[in-house]
């Protein structure tokens, strides 16, 4: 599979050559900008080959596919610890299960989610699953659309204030997606805004996730220090798959 390996390191000088020219144009530093690539639909190996890139990092958007996944790419690189983000809609279900193997989920949209997570990831520590607290983003909504989650702008705070007095979570930041179909930068500055507010009030929660293979390049311009990047590295996914 040499051929995936170059392709995918090629992939990668692209999209990192873009995060540089992102930050070059409005004066950030590059290493502030994490590269999160988004594993969804992707089958283990590929996961593999990004860590043999140097990309110990990965996201999924669905915990069944994340759990299969992840089991695989135990068994391709045993020595490699990959570190597993939640970036997708997250039904309270599955939280006991997500609790287990994320480090961090991106997409807490609500206070019922923050109370199984919490649950969950204490329930998953005393039972020696994980060690130390869940990483969490509040996810924020710009466009209202229950499909694509997200906490309303005007709650978020609040959602954030719970977050922080969960004892088994640990605030670290806002995640956002751009609206379908509408000019990215009004959005990503009304993120990046609320994230920045947020900062104020819980100095811990530094992290704002927004920008993806289409729009990197806006988000980074209104501060983001997470690209969640898929398509950009890894090629197009079937249709089907979201
Ligand atoms: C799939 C997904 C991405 C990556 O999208 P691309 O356009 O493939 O880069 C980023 N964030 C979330 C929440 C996703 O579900």
Redesign the pocket.
Known sequence: MHGRRDELAAALARVRGRIAAACAAVGRDPAQVRLLP?T?TFPARDVALLADLGLLDA?E?RDSEAVAKMAEVVALRPAVGVRWHM??RLQRNKSRSVARWAVQV??VDSARLVEALDRAARAAGEAGQRHGALGVLVQASLDGDPARGGCPLPRLEALADRVAAASQLRLEGV?G?APLGADPEAAFAQLGAAAQRLRRSHPGAVEFSAG???DLEQAITHGSTCV???????GD?PLTS?
């Not at 969640?228 to 890894?234: F, S």
Request: aromatic letters at 0%; hydrophobic letters at 50%; proline letters at 0%.
């Open positions: 988004v969804k996201a958007a970036v997708g991106q997409s995640m997606l993806m293979s289409g969640r990047v898929g398509t950009a590295l890894l996914r979201s």
